[in-house]
């Protein structure tokens, strides 16, 4: 398999249970993968009131044996979602508060969900930073 569909299937496996992940914990998902030309909203989830736009940083490790270890890494995928990505897609949202005529007090924020996916162990641990905007 291509490094290109790799990552494309990492990035899919991860939103899936991402989206698994938050219905477990009391979210209603409600969209999934609103894009414009200018960015994407992976999920838009719903708790308590609140829209939750949760951008999915997936990546693929390793069982350490204790279970799927999301240490040892350079970077976390958290620090992808940088000062830019956070401005972009704070640009889809209002696209999105406008295309789906959200009333305009709809209290709303950003969360990221990291997705640790061992494919080979059929294993996931997720990390999850809510109101990072």
Known sequence: MALNNTKKFIGALGENMAAKYLIKNGYAVIDRNFR?????????????????FVEVKS???????????DRGREV???DNVNYFKLKRL???IQSYLGYKNVKQDQEWQIDILAVFVDVANKK???RFTEDVG
């Open 36 to 52: 414009r030309p200018w960015g994407e909203i992976d999920i838009v989830a719903q708790k308590s009131g609140i829209l939750h």
């Open 59 to 69: 990546v693929s490790c390793k069982d350490n044996g204790n279970g799927v270890s």
């Open 76 to 78: 976390d995928p958290e």
């Open 90 to 92: 704070n640009s889809v």
């Open 124 to 126: 996931a641990k997720m």
